[in-house]
Nanobody, 125 residues
Framework: QVQLVESGGGLVQAGGSLRLSCAAS????????MGWFRQAPGKEREFVAA????????VYADSVKGRFTISRDNGLNTGFLQMDSLKPEDTAIYYC??????????????????WGQGTQVTVSS
């Protein structure tokens, strides 16, 4: 079992930065892919970024490429999402997720086994 707890959300002006954290319990987290997803009001949940267990493979949604950076520290059992140059359209609840996924499923939310409760990110214009 893996439990995930996100933190670091908040209110920021457009152009600003936030760093989200995803603290995991359970030793198996270090062998799992970790992903970040978001859901804005009235919209479907969408993929943001994913990183493999070792941190050597990362994947990003086109909408955040070049602005967001996903990373992880397996020694701390924690994942991160550094968000720079934030835009109002980045406003959403952000969720971290984990699971033993092959690369072809990194963007598939239904393939992840474990989810956090989410953290709100609001970007004002």
């Amino acid at each position: 079992q893996v439990q995930l707890v996100e933190s670091g959300g908040g209110l920021v002006q457009a152009g600003g930065s936030l760093r989200l954290s995803c603290a995991a319990s359970g030793r198996t987290f270090t062998s799992y892919t970790m992903g970040w997803f978001r859901q804005a009001p009235g919209k479907e949940r969408e993929f943001v970024a994913a990183i493999n267990y070792g941190g050597g493979i990362t994947v990003y949604a086109d909408s955040v490429k070049g602005r967001f950076t996903i990373s992880r520290d397996n020694g701390l059992n924690t994942g991160f999402l550094q968000m720079d140059s934030l835009k109002p359209e980045d406003t959403a609840i952000y969720y971290c997720a984990a699971g033993p996924l092959p690369y072809r499923l990194y963007k598939s939310g239904t393939s992840y086994d474990y989810w956090g409760q989410g953290t709100q990110v609001t970007v004002s214009s």
